[in-house]
């Protein structure tokens, strides 16, 4: 199954997965492109070691690094770190920070108040260890 089929059966509509990304290479020709998008920090990167294994585990089906550009307001978007698909079906995106700024707090949970159907979910590491907090 395709990036673009995948995003669809989870009911992503097809103008966001016109503007998405799967590892860091655009779904679509046209999407614009971010230098900066693809490449992950030092936590993030460690991060995706911790989803892949959860993966071969067999905890999460299907993780995907910035997979997606979510439109918050006429000119404000944002794109979540790892899209994850959990082994029972459930969607949720995850925001990995080192620290946080106010503005990426408050756009993470504009982002859950627009779009109710997915869970969001920021990450953080604190002496070695992995904090949820859930939005």
């Given at each position: 199954m395709s990036d673009r089929s995948q995003l669809r059966a989870m009911g992503i509509p097809?103008?966001?997965?016109?503007?998405?990304f799967?590892?860091?290479k655009p779904i679509a020709a046209e999407a614009d492109e971010d230098p900066k998008r693809g490449?992950?920090?030092k936590t993030e990167e460690a991060y995706?070691?911790?989803?892949?294994?959860?993966?071969q585990s067999g905890e999460i089906r299907q993780w995907m690094f910035e997979p997606i550009k979510l439109r918050l307001a006429k000119?404000?978007?944002?794109?979540p770190d790892f899209l994850v698909i959990r082994s029972d079906g459930s969607?949720?995106?995850h925001e990995v920070k080192g620290f946080w700024?106010?503005?990426a707090r408050v756009k993470i949970k504009v982002a859950a108040e627009t779009y109710p159907m997915f869970r969001f979910i920021a990450v953080q590491r604190r002496k070695g260890k992995w904090e949820w907090?859930?939005?």
């Open positions: 097809d103008a966001l997965i016109d503007t998405a799967v590892n860091g490449r992950w920090n995706s070691r911790y989803l892949e294994y959860g993966r000119k404000t978007s944002y794109t969607v949720a995106f700024r106010d503005d907090e859930y939005f």
